[in-house]
């Protein structure tokens, strides 16, 4: 009888865990599409779309593919790839820019 209850404390404990590493994966995902959302604000600000237009529309679409793989198709991984994507494309539109307003 102990040996039944341990396993199925044992067995809900795992699940928990389980789902909250699930939970995590999707909040470090959309910090990733926001940390991307953020950088090519600021590359557009830069002057990027004129001055570094292939970075910058790298960096737009990349972050595209990002949010439909994220909301649309699941795939948390390939979303969090995108969103690197975008991120170091469109920081080197801010760079190539000039770097930003002054």
Known sequence: ????CARIVLLLC???????????RYFSTSN???EARESLAKAKAAGAETKAP????MAQEYLVYADKEAVGDGDNKQAQ?????SLKHSEQAILTAGGGAK
């Open 1 to 4: 009888m102990k040996t039944t």
């Open 14 to 24: 795992c699940a928990a865990l389980l789902a909250s590493c699930s939970q995590y």
């Open 32 to 34: 990733r599409i926001g």
């Open 54 to 57: 292939m970075d910058y529309y």
């Open 81 to 85: 790839i995108y969103a690197g994507k």
